[in-house]
C-alpha cells in the first residue's frame, strides 16, 4: 500500500492516538496534551465533572485555568464564580492555576509560560485557544462538557478536519500586520468559509511575521469557522520557546503531497491595514475605504492583539500625541509580564500620557463584560476579535475590528484613520 | 422520539453572543440564562417560548464563542430541538454534549416559516410541516456521534468508561 501524505493536523492527531494514519472525517478518540478552562467555562465543567464520579484529575500538570474574563472580579456573581474554579484548583492541586496578579488573558499567557506546544493538542475551553496555532499546536476550543470529560480521562473525541492551506506570498506593506492579513482572509473567505476545516498559514509574509504577528492570525481561525490555524514550526518558533518550554515536545511539518480540501493563494503586496464593520468579521475593507467613522472608543489589547508587538506598534503612534478629546482610549497589556516589559520600555508612559487608561489585564471590554462597555449608539475601534451585535455593549452600540495600528491613530484623530495620517 | 411545536426562525450566523449575551454569563444557571435567551436579536422570545418548541437558524448557526451556556439557555428555555443550514463547530460539539437534539438540513430551514408548527422524528431525521404535510429530511449522524446521543451525552459516556 502507498502511503499517502498527510498534512501537520492529521499527523498531530494521528501521534495522540493508537493509528498510525488518520483521515479527515474519521472520528478518534486521542490524547490531550492540556487543558485549558476560564472563570466563565470552567464552573460549568466542574458541575459536570462532579457527575463523572472521577475524584481525581488526570494530571494535575496538564491542566490550566485562568479567571482572566470578569476579573478582577466586576461583581459578586463573578466573584463566588471565580471562588468556585479557585477552590476546584486547591482541591485538585492544579499546578498551573493563575490568580489576579500573576494572571493574564489566556492565549496571552499559556504561550508566554511555555505551556503550548509544538506537535501538542491543546483543548481550552475558549473558542480562542486556536491561538496556539502559530506555536505548531492543534489548539482547539470546545465546550465545558468536553473540559469535564477530558480533565477525568485525558481524552476527547474529535473529528479529523480537512485542511485549507493559505499561501500568503510577497512582502507586507508598511502598517500592514498578521491583524490585517486575517481580517483580509475571513473577508475573503466568510465567517463559515472553514468550518470545521484546520486552515494552514503558510508562504512568505508568514515566515515574515513576529512571533506576536503570528499568534494574532491563528487566534482569529474561529472566526472562520476553523478548528485550529497551523503555522510551521521554524527558528522563530524555536527561538520563542528557548528558556519557554515546560515540556519536550516535536513538530510536526505537512509532506508535499498532502491533500488540501482547498489551496488559496494571496498576494500581500496589495493588501492595505483592514477594517471589519459590524455585525461580523467578515465585513472587510481596506481603511482607506473606511469612511472616516467617528469614534467614542479605542480598545487596544485582548488575546487577539495585547502583545508586545502590538504595544510597541500604539506606543510609536502616540508617542507625543494626545487621545483626541471626544475619544476614551483604553489600553490592556495582555499579561503581567507583557505589562511589566512596556513598563521598562517606557510605552506605558507614552499611553498615559497621550490620554490613554491602561488596565491589567483582563478580557474585559472584548466580550462586553467590564472595563469599557458602550453605550447605546456608541462605536468603538477595537483591536479585538469580534464585532457581534451587543458584543462591546448595549445591542445597538458598533465595534470596528482593527490593527493596533489602527486603533491607535484612529484614537487620536477620533475617527477610523489610516496610520500614516497620523505618523 | 418525536418532538412538536412552533417555529421561531433567524437568519444566518446566529452567534453565542446573541444566544446569549456574555453580561450575563456571571452565572452557569441555566433558568437565569434561558430568561436572557436571545435577547439582543428578539425581545419577545423568552416571553413567547413555549415547551417543544423548535428554533430553525440558516448557516453557521451558534457561531463565536465557546459558551456551553448558549446552548444550555436554548435547552432551558424549553426548545427541544435546533434546526439549521449548518452549525459552528463548538455549538455543535456542546449541543451533543448536553443532548440538545441539532439536525442539518439546508432545505427545511430555508422553507418552513416563521410560526409554523411542525413535527421532527429524532430517530430517522424526518421533519414535518403539520398544516402542509410537506417532509424535509435531515442528514442523519455520523455513527460515533449516534453512540454518544444514545449514551445520554458525553458525561455519561464517561462514567460508564470509568465504572468499568
Same mark, same amino acid.
Given at each position: 500500500?502507498?502511503?499517502?501524505?498527510?498534512?501537520?493536523?492529521?499527523?498531530?492527531?494521528?501521534?495522540? #492516538?493508537?493509528? +498510525?494514519?488518520?483521515?479527515?472525517?474519521?472520528?478518534?478518540?486521542?490524547?490531550?496534551?492540556?487543558?485549558?478552562?476560564?472563570?466563565?467555562?470552567?464552573?460549568?465543567?466542574?458541575?459536570?465533572?462532579?457527575?463523572?464520579?472521577?475524584?481525581?484529575?488526570?494530571?494535575?500538570?496538564?491542566?490550566?485555568?485562568?479567571?482572566?474574563?470578569?476579573?478582577?472580579?466586576?461583581?459578586?456573581?463573578?466573584?463566588?464564580?471565580?471562588?468556585?474554579?479557585?477552590?476546584?484548583?486547591?482541591?485538585?492541586?492544579?499546578?498551573?492555576?493563575?490568580?489576579?496578579?500573576?494572571?493574564?488573558?489566556?492565549?496571552?499567557?499559556?504561550?508566554?509560560?511555555?505551556?503550548?506546544?509544538?506537535?501538542?493538542?491543546?483543548?481550552?475551553?475558549?473558542?480562542?485557544?486556536?491561538?496556539?496555532?502559530?506555536?505548531?499546536? %492543534?489548539?482547539?476550543?470546545?465546550?465545558?462538557?468536553?473540559?469535564?470529560?477530558?480533565? $477525568?480521562?485525558?481524552?476527547?473525541?474529535?473529528?479529523?478536519?480537512?485542511?485549507?492551506?493559505?499561501?500568503?506570498?510577497?512582502?507586507?506593506?508598511?502598517?500592514?500586520?498578521?491583524?490585517?492579513?486575517? %481580517?483580509? #482572509?475571513?473577508?475573503?473567505?466568510?465567517?463559515?468559509?472553514?468550518?470545521?476545516?484546520?486552515?494552514?498559514?503558510?508562504?512568505?509574509?508568514?515566515?515574515?511575521?513576529?512571533?506576536?504577528?503570528?499568534?494574532?492570525?491563528?487566534?482569529?481561525?474561529?472566526?472562520?469557522?476553523?478548528?485550529?490555524?497551523?503555522?510551521?514550526?521554524?527558528?522563530?518558533?524555536?527561538?520563542?520557546?528557548?528558556?519557554? $518550554?515546560?515540556?519536550?515536545?516535536?513538530?510536526?511539518?505537512?509532506?508535499?503531497?498532502?491533500?488540501?480540501?482547498?489551496?488559496?493563494?494571496?498576494?500581500?503586496?496589495?493588501?492595505?491595514?483592514?477594517? $471589519?464593520?459590524?455585525?461580523?468579521? +467578515?465585513?472587510?475593507?481596506?481603511?482607506?475605504?473606511?469612511?472616516?467613522?467617528?469614534?467614542?472608543?479605542?480598545?487596544?489589547?485582548?488575546? #487577539?492583539?495585547?502583545?508586545?508587538?502590538?504595544?510597541?506598534?500604539?506606543?510609536?503612534? %502616540?508617542?507625543?500625541?494626545?487621545?483626541?478629546?471626544?475619544?476614551?482610549?483604553?489600553?490592556?497589556?495582555?499579561?503581567?509580564?507583557?505589562?511589566?516589559?512596556?513598563?521598562?520600555?517606557?510605552?506605558?508612559?507614552?499611553?498615559?500620557? /497621550?490620554?490613554? $487608561?491602561?488596565?491589567?489585564?483582563?478580557?474585559?471590554?472584548?466580550?462586553?463584560?467590564?472595563?469599557?462597555?458602550?453605550?447605546?449608539?456608541?462605536?468603538?475601534?477595537?483591536?479585538?476579535?469580534?464585532?457581534?451585535?451587543?458584543?462591546?455593549?448595549?445591542?445597538?452600540?458598533?465595534?470596528?475590528?482593527?490593527?493596533?495600528?489602527?486603533?491607535? /491613530?484612529?484614537?487620536?484623530?477620533?475617527?477610523?484613520?489610516?496610520?500614516?495620517?497620523?505618523? | 422520539?418525536?418532538?412538536?411545536?412552533?417555529?421561531?426562525?433567524?437568519?444566518?450566523?446566529?452567534?453565542?453572543?446573541? *444566544?446569549?449575551?456574555?453580561?450575563?454569563?456571571?452565572?452557569?444557571?441555566?433558568?437565569?440564562?434561558?430568561?436572557?435567551?436571545?435577547?439582543?436579536?428578539?425581545?419577545?422570545?423568552?416571553?413567547? @417560548?413555549?415547551?417543544?418548541?423548535? *428554533?430553525?437558524?440558516?448557516?453557521?448557526?451558534?457561531?463565536?464563542?465557546?459558551?456551553?451556556?448558549? =446552548?444550555?439557555?436554548?435547552? &432551558?428555555?424549553?426548545?427541544?430541538? @435546533?434546526?439549521?443550514?449548518?452549525?459552528?463547530?463548538?455549538?455543535?460539539?456542546?449541543?451533543?454534549?448536553?443532548?440538545? =437534539?441539532?439536525?442539518?438540513? =439546508?432545505?427545511?430551514?430555508?422553507? *418552513?416559516? &416563521?410560526?409554523?408548527? *411542525?413535527? @421532527?422524528?429524532?430517530?430517522?431525521?424526518?421533519?414535518?410541516?403539520?398544516?402542509?404535510?410537506?417532509?424535509?429530511? &435531515?442528514?442523519?449522524? =455520523?455513527?460515533?456521534?449516534?453512540?454518544?446521543?444514545?449514551?445520554?451525552?458525553?458525561?455519561?459516556? @464517561?462514567?460508564?468508561?470509568?465504572?468499568?
Amino acid at each position: 500500500m502507498i502511503k499517502m501524505g498527510m498534512t501537520m493536523v492529521e499527523k498531530i492527531i494521528a501521534a495522540h #492516538t493508537e493509528h +498510525e494514519t488518520v483521515k479527515p472525517g474519521q472520528i478518534v478518540n486521542a490524547r490531550v496534551d492540556m487543558i485549558l478552562g476560564n472563570d466563565v467555562t470552567t464552573p460549568v465543567a466542574i458541575r459536570e465533572f462532579e457527575k463523572t464520579g472521577v475524584d481525581k484529575v488526570f494530571d494535575k500538570d496538564r491542566i490550566a485555568i485562568v479567571p482572566d474574563h470578569f476579573t478582577p472580579n466586576k461583581d459578586i456573581k463573578s466573584a463566588e464564580q471565580v471562588r468556585m474554579i479557585r477552590e476546584f484548583a486547591r482541591k485538585h492541586g492544579i499546578t498551573y492555576y493563575f490568580e489576579v496578579g500573576r494572571m493574564g488573558i489566556e492565549h496571552c499567557l499559556l504561550p508566554e509560560q511555555g505551556l503550548a506546544l509544538p506537535g501538542e493538542i491543546i483543548i481550552g475551553a475558549d473558542s480562542h485557544t486556536c491561538t496556539y496555532g502559530a506555536l505548531n499546536a %492543534l489548539g482547539t476550543g470546545v465546550g465545558s462538557t468536553d473540559l469535564a470529560a477530558a480533565m $477525568a480521562t485525558g481524552h476527547l473525541w474529535f473529528r479529523v478536519p480537512e485542511t485549507i492551506k493559505f499561501v500568503y506570498n510577497g512582502k507586507l506593506n508598511k502598517w500592514v500586520s498578521g491583524k490585517d492579513l486575517i %481580517l483580509y #482572509t475571513i473577508g475573503d473567505i466568510g465567517v463559515d468559509g472553514a468550518l470545521y476545516k484546520a486552515m494552514e498559514f503558510t508562504g512568505e509574509a508568514i515566515e515574515s511575521l513576529s512571533m506576536d504577528g503570528r499568534m494574532t492570525m491563528s487566534n482569529m481561525a474561529i472566526e472562520a469557522g476553523g478548528k485550529c490555524g497551523l503555522i510551521a514550526y521554524d527558528e522563530k518558533t524555536e527561538a520563542y520557546l528557548k528558556n519557554r $518550554a515546560v515540556r519536550e515536545y516535536t513538530p510536526y511539518y505537512s509532506d508535499p503531497d498532502a491533500e488540501y480540501a482547498r489551496v488559496i493563494e494571496y498576494d500581500v503586496s496589495k493588501i492595505e491595514p483592514q477594517v $471589519a464593520f459590524p455585525h461580523l468579521p +467578515e465585513n472587510t475593507r481596506p481603511v482607506s475605504e473606511a469612511g472616516g467613522v467617528k469614534i467614542d472608543q479605542a480598545v487596544i489589547g485582548s488575546c #487577539t492583539n495585547g502583545r508586545m508587538e502590538d504595544l510597541r506598534i500604539a506606543a510609536e503612534i %502616540l508617542d507625543g500625541k494626545k487621545i483626541h478629546p471626544d475619544v476614551r482610549c483604553i489600553i490592556f497589556p495582555g499579561t503581567q509580564e507583557i505589562y511589566m516589559e512596556a513598563l521598562k520600555e517606557g510605552l506605558i508612559e507614552v499611553f498615559i500620557a /497621550a490620554g490613554a $487608561a491602561v488596565s491589567t489585564p483582563t478580557c474585559g471590554p472584548c466580550l462586553g463584560g467590564h472595563m469599557g462597555i458602550l453605550a447605546s449608539g456608541e462605536k468603538a475601534i477595537s483591536t479585538t476579535n469580534r464585532n457581534f451585535v451587543g458584543r462591546m455593549g448595549h445591542p445597538e452600540s458598533e465595534v470596528y475590528l482593527a490593527s493596533p495600528a489602527v486603533a491607535a /491613530a484612529s484614537a487620536v484623530k477620533g475617527f477610523i484613520t489610516h496610520p500614516e495620517e497620523v505618523v | 422520539m418525536k418532538l412538536k411545536g412552533k417555529v421561531f426562525k433567524y437568519g444566518d450566523n446566529v452567534d453565542t453572543d446573541v *444566544i446569549i449575551p456574555a453580561r450575563y454569563l456571571n452565572t452557569s444557571d441555566p433558568k437565569e440564562l434561558a430568561r436572557h435567551c436571545m435577547e439582543d436579536i428578539d425581545k419577545n422570545f423568552a416571553s413567547e @417560548v413555549e415547551p417543544g418548541d423548535i *428554533i430553525i437558524g440558516g448557516r453557521n448557526f451558534g457561531s463565536g464563542s465557546s459558551r456551553e451556556h448558549a =446552548p444550555l439557555a436554548i435547552k &432551558a428555555s424549553g426548545v427541544s430541538c @435546533v434546526i439549521a443550514k449548518s452549525f459552528a463547530r463548538i455549538f455543535y460539539r456542546n449541543s451533543i454534549n448536553i443532548g440538545l =437534539p441539532i439536525l442539518i438540513s =439546508p432545505e427545511a430551514a430555508e422553507n *418552513i416559516e &416563521a410560526g409554523a408548527r *411542525i413535527e @421532527v422524528d429524532l430517530d430517522t431525521g424526518k421533519i414535518t410541516e403539520l398544516e402542509s404535510g410537506r417532509t424535509y429530511q &435531515a442528514d442523519p449522524f =455520523p455513527a460515533y456521534m449516534q453512540e454518544l446521543i444514545k449514551a445520554g451525552g458525553l458525561i455519561e459516556k @464517561v462514567k460508564r468508561e470509568v465504572g468499568q
